[in-house]
């Protein structure tokens, strides 16, 4: 395992966010948290990330105690920035250096730039992207530093089919070099694609955690029965089907 979370809790005053949750995730794998707004899971992220402190239980990342060796947890995962992280007017080739400043490493940003489909892109400013293409970046940004574990935060959330299914693509490529990737997404769709085991997480606790078909193999053994025939296909496969899978300008 290279996440291990044991009776983690997040308080703010009376409310409790995170109610001692315990879960583990594989080296390799990439790993859901699920749940409705407010069920905990973007604190628990944030938590593994080391950008909220924990109100107890026990947190190990990589090997490192979350407590004892929080800079060491830095330098082993990459973080999906939100777009008001970047500076708008600079160019996407300077904010790579930028960041590779940071994290004191030299890194070809073309090269980096072509992992996610934007090397065409490198001299235009940030704030000239569409969202498709900064989600991209913002996820270029995350392998700078060659991560063993990467975090992203509802990553597809507003974007058109088309660069919502590359994003998949790419989440998939990454994990594919190595990378254990940890996700929050809205989209079940996109968890049962993507995801090797998912947390689902309400009011502050887990109240499932498996891989997404043994999940549905169990809500079917329980008797449920959707009322309307599933079909092979939804619509947004037609959509793709019709228009196309490669991104378009602006994407």
Not at 19 to 45: D, R, W, Y
Not at 60 to 79: E, H, R, W, Y
Not at 106 to 125: F, G, Q, R, Y
């Amino acid at each position: 395992m290279i996440i291990d979370v044991k009776e983690l809790c997040k308080t703010y005053g009376s409310y409790e966010a995170v109610k001692g949750i315990s879960f583990q995730v594989n080296q390799g794998e990439i790993f859901g948290l699920l749940g409705p707004n407010g069920a905990g899971k973007s604190t628990t992220l944030e938590i593994m990330e080391t950008l909220r402190t924990k109100t107890s239980g026990e947190v190990k990342i990589g090997g490192f105690d979350l407590d004892k060796s929080p800079n060491q947890i830095k330098q082993i995962i990459g973080v999906q920035l939100q777009t008001s992280g970047f500076y708008p007017s600079l160019k996407l080739f300077e904010l790579i250096e930028l960041f590779a400043g940071l994290y004191n490493r030299k890194i070809d940003p073309i090269n980096l730039l072509k992992k996610v489909n934007l090397e065409d892109k490198a001299k235009s400013e940030y704030k000239s992207l569409s969202g498709g293409q900064k989600q991209r970046f913002s996820i270029a940004t995350t392998l700078i530093n060659d991560p063993k574990i990467i975090f992203l935060d509802e990553p597809t959330t507003g974007l058109d089919p088309q660069a919502r299914r590359n994003l998949w693509d790419l989440i998939l490529e990454i994990r594919s070099l190595g990378a254990t990737v940890v996700i929050t997404t809205h989209y079940m769709d996109e968890a049962e694609v993507l995801c090797d085991r998912v947390a689902i997480m309400d009011a502050g606790k887990i109240i499932a955690l498996d891989k997404p078909e043994k999940l549905i193999d169990q809500l079917l053994a329980s008797g449920f029965e959707k009322q309307k025939e599933t079909k092979g296909a939804n619509l947004e496969d037609v959509f793709i089907n019709l228009t196309g899978h490669e991104l378009r300008q602006g994407s």
